[in-house]
């Protein structure tokens, strides 16, 4: 049984920020009932299905950057991916799908997602084993192109909409891997932690996982596994070194 976070009465989970307020993560228990209703993948609508599946239900048919978007809308439709079970002691947190993932709606099915894998030396099957492992990326829709071909950042409107409640929906989560900028902005911020550049908040990896985990999920800074940061991973040797025996280590313990 991994580590709770402690959920109160009104359905919120706590994270505590250095800041001297608290992050509330909703659960889906806490959701207006409108946003409570749910299909299931096998068509069905009930009582019966979990809150976490009805949250993905839901996310699944989000069209908000279509329909209603803070900037110009996605010029193509809406795909949410990602992954999520209530028994998950492992999370990737993402930035947004690329075309590949676009394409084919599954997380990581793209080189990048092949590295990943690597880094933490688990197989396909049990990186897309949803009760083992989580894939919650900041924006759950490819957010298109920019004129040099390189993937805009994750949609601003997704992580206010949707992050905190599936958050809140996987109480067993432990680790959450925190890969690329977007992501570890995203929770460095609401932890009170200094960001920093790449290499800092990466070679502070120690410091991170001892920050964080107090009363929730402890938090592994991660370069996205990209190709583009091939020079980086030859720069910094210590990456494969150090950091990685730790982290296939401490995955094979939550996944097994
Ligand atoms: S990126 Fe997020 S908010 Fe935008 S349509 Fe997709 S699921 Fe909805």
Redesign the pocket.
Known sequence: MGKRRQIDAGGEAALPTTEGTAVRFQSPSAAPASQQVGKRADGREGVDVPPLERLVAE?RR?????DA?SGLP?PHE???VLQAHASARVLVSGQ?PGTRVHASGRPFTDPSGERLRDWMAVTEEEFYDSRRVAVVPM???F?GLDAKGGDLP??R??AP??RARVLGAMPEVELILLVGQYTQRWHTKNAGIRHGNLTERVADWREMLKATGGAGPRMLPLPHPSWRNNSWLRANPWFAAELLPWLQAEIRRLIR
């Open positions: 996310i989000c069209r908000v950057c279509r978007p996605l809406p795909r949410p947004a924006g759950f829709c957010p994750p949609r409107e997704c909409l949707w």
